[in-house]
């Protein structure tokens, strides 16, 4: 198996336009003289997450403290950060789960993301990866997938709903992708725990969305698996916005070799303690001693 | 080359080919088979042994064996409907029985509105109506006399009543329990207000001495077979029905929410409108069981509305074999037919047997009945739905 | 004794009569007295019954006392009077044997009344404080123009100033009807002292148009002055009534739940059979009961606090049981434990059936748990529900020791949640479940002990609770004790609040509104368990 | 056939069970009797026992069974009005018939029915006309009482057009109802006593059914509510009810019905001794240790009875024979009178009686009609009812 | 100390474990490396008795314990830190740690070292486990299975979602308690660089089958870590 052949199967994935999604248009770069429309992605400031001064706290507890983070569209941003620090969290707020205290957040420059709920969030094109995977644990590995795939999400759409050869093809894409085919008709709760991190994976890229959310997504992968995962990433960047979030500082190193100029984000205590390049990071003092340890 | 990423389990030769998509077609040849069977015995043999047949014959279907299996059809679409909501969407309903007897009290009404000036008052009036002084009929009856929009009303009534509940109750985010004990208080305060005789739905007696449908006398033969076979045809129809549903990818999102809703969420579908819509179509599924209910019984009262009778529903479903399709249709007949036979065999033991009976499907038959004949055919759980 | 012997004459007054035997002068009870007040016409009866009150004999008051007993039996035209096994001619006291034809006096309300005005009269002299206090309790609800004399007697010797308070309101009650206007004014000042819902009526009456009620304006307007002043009384009673009222049927709610809150609320098991493990504990009180009543007669009255822990060991068994032969088996499907114990509670309910019969069986009260305590006038507090407060407050703080301070119920949460990890803790989670099961089903039984002393016990009696212990468990939250009392009391509340306003139908039917619009707004229960595990 | 098929239509199981299942043990006591006696047209009588549950549909499909599968000639059933007005046009259909044993509100006729418990003309009026009496108190004021269904709503009523004739104002007259299974009595108590002191002389006419009574009297016993400040007078709690109740708070307190166990009269302590005997042989729980008889256990042997002699007398077991032959039958009814069925209206002549708790659950009877009433199914006091025979229709 | 011995365990109808068998040795570490889905976490579920095995024996210090049930196997000094955490989320942390005791006589007190070891822990002493954090659930899961001191410590995925420095705590832990020789560890780990460092002896599993054994200063030489990427 070769990255040719991967690079083929994300190729492929990237081609699929998706049927009905809020923004029906697969360019994503900034556009010039189109009117916004309310509820559109629009990326004329270059910023396609927008977190400003968000507070969250739990009986009085800060888990998120006055944070503040930008992601540029086409991004590929690592976060890192001691346990507890509030990066989970901070997915929560992105996503709807958790409404924060205090604060903003945009994607793009129009849409206000306190303002919907969670399944608009996503229709909306942003996609996440659970710190404890979650699939659908009756259905089959198949279906998962099948249910992940871009494509009209209304009750009258689902009904009429039809696979067509082409995403045929794309499923069987990524089922050789996350190394599931051969167990594309097991139900996906006899999965193994690493199984179904790379179940979820893959449905989240079924989902195709402008901005990932990734939590920990190499937890109990081999470092070889974690290593083809980093080439998987580097390839949805540019095209995709990426937010990852994990502990294996090779990891993230992998994802950031590429571009030495590549922002790395250290959370600690519910805010930014360090943003910068991974050397600089890994060379801030108080970033070791809260978190690298010696 | 086998897989894609070094370390992968995979076995296959290339990428896309080899994947088989879930099954689509509607039913299998068998399945086909079985609903041509059931069409036939409905419509062709059921007649047969019960007009023609001559009533001494050993092979002659009597009037209450008709009257039996008709009741046992419109219970096999009630927990049809439960199927839908409980073992396909993972929400329990225990209080369905409300929309069944709305469909049914619908029905009733005008089948009451038939009875013309037969009554013991002979005025226009219901005779219940006549009783309470009513000088004329209130406004709730208005559409009564319609057989058309008697029609309509039976499916409206319910599906309103399950619209606006589901849609504040969903919208609410009420889950599990919460959602079925709320829907148990629905059920419960509806028997209670149909109890008192000033809500004009007869009070407890409810509606019943009925005495013709569309003109025709209810009592013949004739038209008892009638109502039998649009029973028969019905119940087959929702079966179809509700295959395409869970055959569809709607059914998959039913099955998702089931298993993780916020996940389902964050995959981008609104779960409201998967629940609230599933959860019409079921209630309305379980009115037109009521409405068919009504003329073959021959009574409609508020305790079809009790707890416990919503209770049943989810007892035949469970019987059956929840998350089947033809489980709970089983699981109807087998539970109501034992509970005939017993009350009469037994009818002061009978309640021990049903008792274990439930007790034993629960420890040995996890999967219900259909779970039993999977097991002893040697399928594995691949097959759903 | 001229004197004494003109009043004799003129005996037929009786006013003068009482008067007379208060004096001291006495007629000897003769039988056929005794005849006259036990047998024949309800008026003839009534009539002697006054006539021979106030003879002054002594033996009077007893024989009235035997007649309102029901221990006076006729035979041939005599009279004998039960005591005990041994009869005694109701005249002489001499004993006497009965004969087999005897019959039972038969007491129509009428004479229950005038025998009960008869013996509160005499009662008014009465030595004993209480006994006078009582009696002019009593007579207020007869106020008689013929008492008049005794009662301005009795309250020139009165020194208790209560019962002198008592006893004027009472001359009040009879004077408002006299024929002097100024009579009239006097007692309608002395009644709105009073605070009896009787003088309420008797004021109410008056106050209806002439010629009926009262004609007199100025009258009128202090009749009218009474009855607000005895109204605003009344009202504070009223509302404590409502509180005490819902507070009561929070505490059998709250009683009826927690079992359920534990074999649901923290095993997670659709507990059906619950009703039927009160009603088990129910029949185990009838059980002890009946042993009581047919072996130890005379410590009757502590067969409740023999059954309260033997309703919790047989509700207990009967759960451990199940638990051990069904339940275990299904631990993490809960939907099908509702089929099972579905099934559960059909079984038993129809073994009650076979053993004890399809009709209620009887239980008593023991004496200290019967009647009430008379708070305010219109305020009657039953001691079985103060009991049953008392009660479901220390079965409650008992559960919450248990769960939240000992291992025992430590372990029952872990076990609940992860019964695999338990396991791998070292709990021994099989013997968690059985004994937590075990102790659900015992309040269950507890529950049954105490639904035992306000209503029926029959086989029916769990299906009737069913309902509504679910309902107090999930509004409050599943999980939650402490939801499950507020659940319960704010329900036992708004419910008799709204009855008294709309009637039980419709106040039952505004509480289940309220709480399908209550779990809108939380929908995880009253108190919601917050955070990321909820 | 070497027998005659009777069906016993009695709830076994379910709410109703509590009333109804003594029915069914003196139904086929009764039946028991007939045989020894050599049966009906020198045929034993061969009891059918189903149970319907206390659920109404599955009374009409258990009629329908027996009439349909098993050929029975007659059915001895219901309690409940609903489930009476639930098999009735089964039988009427059919052209069988129902013996009906309980008190019931009137306001129904049918040929296929003979109702041998009582009309509101032969216990509810009678009853309030006592409590208006001097002797049962001289009431002024009432309360009207009930579950919330039918039977109880209708005897309401008529009870208070009757009061209205009788010159009793609106707004002395308070109705109240409770839903079945109402368990807590404690606000209703609190509003009698308050309405009691409103005013002179209150009586309270209960119509509560069922389970509902027990709460109700231990809470009227426990709140001190005596019987000679506010008389209870009730229409369905009899001696079987009583048996869950500590009747020595409630002595006083009336109750009105045909029937009583503690009626003096030969044919009573025959059939209590038959009762007794039989429920001991039969091992009836409850029953054999406290053997007791009420007023539709009564009116259920009445009816068998009657239909006996009936049949005897049409010399068939065809039912419009036996409708005819029913006309003007008397039995000897443990009541200790002559128990007549009416020649027309299908009900038979009852006396009433009133009677007050005493503190062994027992009724001591305090008064009663002159002789056997008429029943008047389409009570008078209903304005359509004007001018009913009261004679069923031919259909 | 443990030995497990033939080992097979199936689901359903598919065979997960092959016929393994392991021994785990006082002071020493046992590492077993594989794949996802390889039959690790069944291996360990296998040993622990959460899952009956079908076929093989396992004993304990010589007493056979195949049929015991997971509790008996705990008193008998076995701890176990599952995948996935498995904490009790309602309860809070410092009951957590109590059912961790629960087979230990009422009283006794939560070691303070896992303090030391995890100060978070005692940060958040009374809040609800459930609301810690992915991390600090894991280290609670570890101070859970470490406070009853069990002679075998089985340790599935320990690592997964913790921060660097307190895995490089967490490493000198487990060193240190083998170094004590009062205990066996099994340790089940993706983290090659982590595992080799600690092993004492390692397993490589294959498609339920113990493919490769050796010792830990050989994992290097033995091409353990190109094992795992073919
Ligand atoms: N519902 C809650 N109640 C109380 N505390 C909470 C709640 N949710 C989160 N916390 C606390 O907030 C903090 C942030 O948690 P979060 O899960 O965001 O951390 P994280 O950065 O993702 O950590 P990790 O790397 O361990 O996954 C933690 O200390 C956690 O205990
Ligand atoms: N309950 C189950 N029923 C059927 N198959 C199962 C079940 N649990 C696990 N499996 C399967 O057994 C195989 C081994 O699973 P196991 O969890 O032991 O893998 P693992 O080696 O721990 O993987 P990972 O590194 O991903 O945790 C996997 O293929 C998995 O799909
Ligand atoms: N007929 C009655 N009591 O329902
Ligand atoms: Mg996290
Ligand atoms: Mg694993």
């Given amino acids: 198996m070769t990255p040719e052949l991967m690079q083929a199967g994300a190729a492929r994935l990237r081609r699929e336009p998706g049927a009905a999604a809020v923004d029906g248009s697969g360019d994503r770069g900034a556009s010039y003289g189109r009117v916004v429309q309310p509820g559109q992605l629009d990326l004329a400031h270059g910023a396609i997450l927008y977190l400003d001064d968000i507070t969250v706290s739990f009986d009085g507890f800060k888990a998120i403290n006055a944070l503040s983070l930008s992601i540029s569209a086409g991004e590929l941003r690592c976060i890192i950060g001691p346990n507890g620090a509030g990066k989970t969290t901070m997915m929560d707020v992105i996503t709807g789960k958790t409404r924060p205290d205090a604060g903003k957040a945009f994607f793009g420059s129009t849409i206000d993301l306190l303002r919907l709920r969670e399944n608009e969030i996503a229709s909306i094109g942003i996609g996440r990866k659970f710190q404890k995977p979650t699939v659908f644990e009756q259905l089959t590995v198949f279906e998962n997938l099948e249910l992940a795939l871009k494509h009209a999400r209304t009750v009258r759409a689902s009904m009429a709903f039809r696979l067509d050869g082409a995403q045929l093809d794309r499923i069987g894409a990524m089922l050789e992708l996350i190394h599931l085919k051969d167990s594309a008709q097991r139900t996906a709760g006899l999965l193994s725990h690493g199984q179904k991190q790379w179940l979820e994976i893959g449905m989240l890229l079924m989902q195709d969305p402008k901005l990932l959310l990734l939590d920990e997504p190499v937890a109990g992968m081999t470092d070889e698996e974690t290593e083809r995962t980093a080439e998987l990433f580097l390839s949805l960047e540019g095209n995709h916005s990426l937010v990852v979030i994990e502990h294996d500082m090779k990891f993230i190193h992998e994802l950031t070799q590429d571009n030495p100029a590549k922002k790395v984000t250290v959370l600690h205590e519910g805010s930014v303690l360090a943003e910068g390049t991974l050397a600089q990071v890994q060379a801030n003092e108080k970033v070791v001693e809260v978190y690298l340890g010696r | 080359m086998s897989a894609v990423l070094p370390g992968s389990p995979a076995r296959s030769a290339s990428a896309g080919a080899g994947v088989a998509p879930p099954v689509t077609r509607l039913l299998s040849p068998a399945g086909w088979l079985g609903v041509f069977v059931a069409l036939g015995l409905v419509l062709g043999v059921a007649p047969l042994l019960n007009l023609v047949v001559p009533a001494d014959s050993a092979f002659h279907l009597s009037e209450y064996a008709l009257l039996l299996i008709g009741k046992m059809m419109c219970y096999a679409m009630c927990a049809l409907a439960m199927d839908l909501i409980w073992g396909y969407t993972g929400i329990l309903s225990l209080g369905h029985g409300v929309f069944f007897a709305l469909g049914g009290y619908v029905m009733g009404m005008y089948l009451m509105r038939q009875i013309g000036r037969d009554g013991n008052y002979k005025s226009d009036l219901p005779d219940f109506m006549v009783f309470l002084d009513w000088k004329e009929l209130p406004w709730h009856w208005a559409l009564s006399d319609s057989f058309v929009a008697t029609l309509l009303l039976v499916l409206l009534v319910p599906g309103l009543l399950a619209f606006v509940f589901g849609y504040f109750a969903f919208r609410s985010r009420i889950k599990g329990v919460y959602f079925s004990i709320i829907t148990q208080a629905v059920t419960f305060a509806a028997m209670l207000l149909f109890f008192r005789n000033e809500t004009g739905f007869g009070g407890n007696n409810g509606f019943t001495d009925f005495k013709r449908i569309l003109g025709i006398p209810i009592a013949t033969p004739g038209m008892r077979m009638t109502l039998f076979a649009i029973t028969g045809v019905t119940l087959v129809g929702f079966f179809l029905f509700a295959r395409w549903l869970v055959q569809s990818k709607y059914g998959r999102v039913l099955q998702a929410i089931r298993d993780a809703e916020s996940r389902v969420m964050f995959t981008g579908y609104d779960p409201l409108h998967y629940k609230l819509s599933i959860w019409v179509i079921s209630a309305v599924m379980c009115a037109v069981a009521g409405a068919l209910y009504v003329p073959q019984v021959g009574i409609i009262n508020p305790s079809e509305m009790s707890p416990a009778a919503s209770i049943e529903m989810a007892i035949w479903t469970a019987v059956g074999g929840r998350g089947t399709l033809i489980g709970p249709i089983i699981g109807a007949f087998f539970v109501n037919g034992a509970k005939s036979v017993l009350t009469q065999w037994v009818p002061e033991f009978w309640l021990y047997f049903l008792g274990a009976l439930f007790i034993l499907v629960t420890l040995f038959l996890p999967a219900g009945i259909v779970g039993l004949v999977d097991r002893l055919r040697g399928r594995k759980s691949e097959v759903r739905a | 004794m001229i004197l004494l012997r003109l009043l004799l004459r003129l005996r037929a007054l009786p006013c003068l009569l009482a008067l007379l035997t208060l004096a001291g002068g006495a007629r000897a009870f003769t039988a056929a007295d005794a005849l006259a007040m036990a047998d024949g016409d309800t008026d003839d009866r009534a009539a002697a019954i006054a006539r021979v009150a106030t003879s002054g004999d002594p033996k009077v008051p007893a024989f009235l006392q035997s007649l309102l007993d029901g221990e006076v039996r006729v035979a041939g035209g005599k009279v004998y009077v039960l005591q005990g096994e041994q009869a005694v001619d109701a005249a002489t006291g ?441 | 056939q070497s027998t005659i098929k009777v069906g016993i239509l009695h709830s076994l199981s379910g709410t109703m069970a509590i009333s109804e299942t003594v029915l069914k043990d003196v139904a086929l006591m009764t039946i028991d009797e007939i045989n020894a006696k050599g049966g009906v047209l020198g045929k034993k009588l061969e009891p059918v026992v189903v149970d319907p549950a206390s659920n109404w549909p599955l009374f009409a499909e258990k009629a329908k069974q027996l009439i349909d599968q098993d050929k029975v000639s007659v059915v001895f059933g219901c309690w409940t009005s609903v489930s009476r007005k639930s098999v009735l046009p089964v039988f009427e259909e059919k052209n069988s018939l129902l013996f009906y044993p309980v008190q019931y509100e009137g ?104 389970d509902s009574n027990v709460p109700f009297y231990k809470e009227l016993g426990n709140q001190g509510l005596k019987a000679t400040d506010v008389p209870v007078v009730a229409f369905s709690v009899g001696e079987e009810e009583l048996r869950g109740v500590d009747t020595k708070p409630l002595v006083g307190h009336l109750a009105a019905w045909n029937y009583f166990m503690s009626i003096k009269s030969p044919a009573n302590t025959a059939f209590i001794k038959a009762w007794s005997d039989y429920a001991k042989a039969k091992n009836i729980p409850g029953h054999k240790d406290k053997p007791l008889t009420n007023d539709p256990m009564e009116a259920t042997y009445i009816g068998i009875h009657m239909w006996a002699q009936a049949v005897n007398k049409a010399k068939s077991t065809d039912t419009d024979k036996v409708i005819a032959a029913m006309a003007g039958q008397t039995f000897p009814a443990p009541g200790g009178f002559m128990s007549t069925m009416d020649k027309e209206n299908h009900h038979l002549h009852k006396p009433v009686f009133i009677g007050e708790v005493k503190a062994d659950g027992q009724f001591n009877v305090v008064w009663k009609t002159k002789g056997p009433v008429v029943a008047d199914p389409w009570s008078d006091y209903i304005a359509e009812n004007k001018g009913k025979k009261n004679v069923p229709e031919k259909k | 100390m443990l030995k497990a011995d033939g080992l097979n365990q199936y689901y359903g109808g598919s065979h997960i474990l092959r016929g393994v068998s392991l021994e785990a040795r006082l002071g020493e570490v046992t590492v077993i490396l594989g794949r996802n889905g390889v039959g690790k976490t069944t291996l360990l579920k296998s040993l622990m008795g959460v899952v009956p095995v079908k076929t093989g024996s396992v004993t304990l210090d010589g007493t056979d314990i195949t049929r015991d049930v997971p509790y008996e196997r705990v008193r008998q000094g076995m701890g176990y830190v599952p995948q996935g955490r498995e904490i009790f989320g309602r309860l809070t942390v410092e009951e957590n740690l109590r059912m961790g005791l629960a087979y230990k006589p009422g009283r006794t007190p939560i070691p303070a070292e896992l303090f030391e070891l995890f100060p978070i822990l005692k940060q958040f002493m009374h809040r609800r486990g459930g609301d810690l954090s992915g991390g600090q659930q894991q280290q609670l899961a570890i101070a859970r299975a470490l406070a009853a001191g069990p002679k075998l410590l089985i340790l599935d995925e320990p690592t997964e979602g913790i921060q660097p420095s307190i895995i490089k705590d967490i490493g000198r832990v487990i060193r240190m308690l083998a170094d004590r020789k009062t205990m066996a560890i099994i340790l089940v780990e993706q983290y090659y660089d982590f595992a080799a460092e600690l092993a004492d002896q390692y397993l490589v599993m294959e498609r339920g089958e113990v493919i490769q054994r050796g010792r830990g200063a050989d994992m290097e030489a033995e091409g353990v870590r190109q094992l795992m990427s073919i």
Avoid at chain 3, 155 to 173: I, S
Avoid at chain 4, 181 to 195: L, N, T, V
Wanted: proline fraction near 3%; include cysteine; aromatic fraction near 8%.
């Fill in chain 3, 94 to 534: 001499a004993a006497a044997t009965l004969p087999a034809d005897a019959e039972d006096v038969v007491n129509s309300n009428r004479i229950r009344r005038e025998i009960g005005a008869a013996l509160s009269t005499l009662r008014l002299m009465s030595a004993d404080v209480a006994e006078r206090a009582a009696a002019a309790k009593a007579l207020k609800d007869e106020p008689d123009e013929s008492r008049l004399p005794i009662i301005e007697k009795a309250l020139a010797a009165e020194t208790d100033a209560k019962v002198k308070a008592d006893l004027e309101v009472l001359r009040g009650a009879i004077l408002v009807t006299s024929q002097d206007k100024a009579k009239r004014l006097a007692a309608a000042a002395s009644l709105a002292g009073s605070s009896e819902p009787s003088i309420k009526s008797l004021l109410v009456e008056r106050l209806r148009p002439a010629p009926d009620g009262e004609a007199d304006a100025e009258v009128r307007s202090a009749l009218q002055t009474a009855l607000r002043d005895l109204e605003s009384r009344l009202a504070w009673g009223e509302r404590l009534g409502v509180l005490f009222t819902g507070i009561s049927l929070g505490s059998i709610l709250v009683l009826v739940a927690l079992g359920l809150a534990i074999t649901y609320g923290l095993m997670g098991v659709i507990n059906m059979a619950h009703g039927e493990l009160m009603m088990i504990g129910a029949y185990a009180t009838y059980v002890v009961q009946n042993l009581f009543r047919t072996h130890f007669p005379g410590a009757f009255d502590a067969y409740v606090l023999v059954a309260i822990p033997c309703s919790f060991l047989a509700a207990a068994l009967v759960g451990a049981v199940l638990e051990r032969g069904v339940i275990r088996w299904l631990y993490g499907r809960p939907l099908e434990t509702l089929l099972a114990t579905w099934g559960i509670s059909l079984v038993l309910m129809q073994s009650v059936r076979s053993l004890f019969g399809a009709q209620n069986v009887p239980v008593e009260n023991p004496s200290w748990l019967s009647g009430g305590v008379q708070v305010l006038s219109n305020l009657t507090l039953p001691f079985n529900r103060l009991a049953i407060i008392v009660f479901a407050c220390a079965v409650f703080l008992g559960i919450v020791f248990m769960v939240t301070r000992t291992r025992l119920g430590l372990f029952v949460r872990g076990v609940t949640q992860n019964r695999r990890m338990a396991a791998c803790m070292g709990v021994n989670t099989a013997r968690v479940d059985t004994y937590a099961f075990a102790l659900g089903s015992g309040i269950a039984g507890l529950a049954g002990c105490a639904l035992s002393q306000v209503g029926n016990v029959g086989p029916d009696l769990g299906q009737a609770y069913i309902v509504d212990s679910f309902m107090v468990v999930v509004l409050g939250g599943v999980g939650q004790l402490i939801g499950t009392v507020y659940a319960a009391l704010g329900l036992g509340v708004i419910n008799k609040f709204l009855e008294g306003w709309t009637g039980a139908v419709l106040a039952k039917i505004f509480v289940l509104v309220l709480i399908v619009v209550f779990i809108q707004k939380r929908p995880q229960g009253l108190f919601a368990i917050k955070g990321r595990e909820a």
């Fill in chain 4, 107 to 210: 306001e129904e006729l049918s040929k296929n029915v003979f109702y041998t418990g009582a009309a509101p003309n032969q216990q509810a009026i009678p009853a309030v006309e006592y409590l208006m009496s001097k002797d049962g108190g001289s009431a002024k004021r009432f309360v009207l009482l009930g579950t919330d269904y039918v039977y109880p709503r209708t005897t309401n009523k008529i009870l208070r057009a009757f009061l209205k004739a009788k010159g009793i104002p609106e707004s002395d007259i308070m109705e109240e109802y409770t839903p079945f299974g109402h368990a807590d009595y404690q606000s209703i108590i609190a509003k009698i006593k308050k309405f009691a002191s409103e005013g002179k002389k209150t009586a309270v006419v209960s119509t509560i059914n069922g």
